[in-house]
């Protein structure tokens, strides 16, 4: 395992529901070359699992701040955890 790969554990909060956020997470995913998934949550948030380069990881972090133009982003909690290397490409789970 190169210690340039990790994997976050995210959860967004706010107006992150039927914004289109989930389509947003698995473009920028897909284009940063991450893998992992994101679902929405029975209480409103997102929760994203993404493995991969650590500056790519970086990178989807700032941008799950933002999200797609009609979501309001109240916050972002991520927690760092160890590459494992268990997903094959980055999907939406339903």
């Not at 947003?24 to 409103?44: H, S, W």
């Not at 650590?54 to 797609?68: F, S, T, W």
Request: glycine share 10%; net charge negative; aromatic share 12%.
């Amino acid at each position: 395992m190169s210690d340039k790969q990790a994997r976050i554990h995210a959860f967004v909060s706010g107006v992150v529901q039927g914004v289109g956020f989930r389509y947003f997470t698995l473009r920028i995913a897909r284009e940063l070359g991450l893998k992992g998934f994101v679902r929405n949550l029975p209480d409103g948030r997102v929760e994203v699992v993404a493995e991969g380069d650590k500056e790519a990881l970086a990178r989807l972090i700032d941008k799950l701040h933002v999200g797609p133009w009609l979501a309001r982003v109240e916050s972002v909690d991520v927690q760092w955890e160890e590459y494992k290397g268990e997903f094959d490409s980055f999907d939406i789970e339903f």
